[in-house]
Nanobody, 116 residues
Framework: QVQLVESGGGLVQAGGSLRLSCAAS????????MGWYRQAPGKRRELVAV???????NYADSVKGRFTISRDNAKNTVYLHMSSLKPEDTAVYYC??????????WGQGTQVTVSS
């Protein structure tokens, strides 16, 4: 069973920065895309950023230029560096990983709160 363990959430003032980490373990197969989604209260879960094993990235328009996704394939770890944070970035952030078998997994979520 694949497990995704997230860390790095917390409370930050608007304009500040945070870095989220997500480490995957227990997979017998290679992991292709890894990414981050977020869900604010009363809203649908939305894609924030995704990165393939080759390093190709895709970002939501709302975070382009402020967030950077990266990964360490050797450690099966994905990172999300968030800067210039805004109150509207407040949400629970979920790590996502998809194996080459197309099975997908989610982390437990980490709260990010941006105060104005």
């Amino acid at each position: 069973q694949v497990q995704l363990v997230e860390s790095g959430g917390g409370l930050v003032q608007a304009g500040g920065s945070l870095r989220l980490s997500c480490a995957a373990s227990g997979s017998k197969f290679s992991i292709n895309p890894m990414g981050w989604y977020r869900q604010a209260p009363g809203k649908r879960r939305e894609l924030v950023a995704v990165i393939t094993s080759a390093g190709s990235t895709n970002y939501a328009d709302s975070v382009k230029g402020r967030f950077t996704i990266s990964r360490d394939n050797a450690k099966n770890t994905v990172y999300l560096h968030m800067s210039s944070l805004k109150p509207e970035d407040t949400a629970v952030y979920y790590c996502y990983a998809e194996l080459v078998t197309l099975d997908s997994y989610w982390g437990q979520g980490t709260q990010v709160t941006v105060s104005s």
